[in-house]
């Protein structure tokens, strides 16, 4: 058998039954990434002149009561980009027309992946405006390997953690929170061929994008490359540097730009 690799790894059937059986055993630990859908979640704000997402609604159908005495349902409202939610490369005009760039036509092959947490926790406590470069991708690449091709690689900055007008850190000159810088988004994309980029923030662009070339250079290279951005992540401190496995399922709104989601990690 030797030098006969097919015959070494395990088939397709036999890594499912494996995966199957440590998600039976919580061996492998599910972690959840996704902050609550609550009408109290910071929603990104645009200067005024702009069109605004609006925030996530609930508004009661019945609740056992004359209006349904068996039942209980809401209706619920809010924009694409609310709450921990998925940019499709529509959402930019970079990736306006690319092939299958909205929510109902992205190939859910890309939805499911191994994932990179690079760990900013101490730079974006020490700087509201952290930019990760080229450089700190490299540091983490010395210590734990290549990004591999086709991965998530997520910015952990502990932002999560910070509640109401702290989260959207809103000043006179417009917002203040950390995100990667052009080079670096292009880095992983040009050079690692990632499958999208997410961030604890509001955005996966730092607060302060718009001054950069080009402006919003996470939202402009990411889609206009086809890749996939994730917003409002929670619970990245959880996560190993490599070795987990991602699954973000937007919703399948149809010519939809983004949308709320459940993620989950995969956990060894
Ligand atoms: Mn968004």
């Known amino acids: 058998m030797s030098g006969d690799n097919a015959k070494d790894q395990p088939d397709a059937a036999t890594l499912l039954a494996g995966l199957a059986a440590g998600l039976a055993s919580a061996e492998i630990r599910i972690v959840d990434l996704t902050h609550r ?26 609740r056992y009561d004359a209006r349904g005495p068996a039942w209980h349902w809401y209706n619920i409202s809010l924009g694409e980009h609310a709450g921990t939610h998925f940019d499709a490369p529509i959402h930019w005009i970079s990736g306006r027309d690319l092939p299958n760039n909205t929510t109902d036509t992205l190939p859910v092959q890309k939805l499911v992946g191994q994932v990179c947490v690079i760990d900013c926790e101490a730079e974006s406590d020490a700087d509201d405006d952290y930019e990760m470069g080229v450089d700190k991708i490299a540091a983490f690449e010395a210590e ?7 991965s998530w690689v997520l910015m952990r900055t502990g932002w999560s953690r910070r509640r109401g007008a702290d989260y959207i850190n809103l000043r006179a000159d417009g917002a203040h929170s950390p995100g990667p810088d052009a080079a670096a988004v292009r880095f992983l994309v040009e050079q690692r061929d990632i499958i999208g980029f997410g961030t604890e923030t509001v955005g996966t662009d730092t607060g302060q994008a718009v001054h950069a070339d080009p402006p919003y250079p996470a939202h402009y290279i990411l889609h206009g490359a086809g890749r996939y951005g994730l917003q409002c992540l929670a619970n990245l401190d959880q996560l190993p540097p490599t070795g987990a496995v991602l699954v973000a399922a937007p919703l399948k709104i149809r010519q939809g730009t983004g949308s709320p989601l459940r993620v989950l990690a995969l956990v060894p």
């Open 37 to 62: 859908l609550d009408p109290d979640f910071p929603i990104i704000v645009l200067p005024p002149e702009f069109g605004q997402c609006a925030p996530f609604r609930m508004e009661e159908i019945s």
């Open 144 to 150: 734990h390997g290549e990004i591999p091709a086709q």
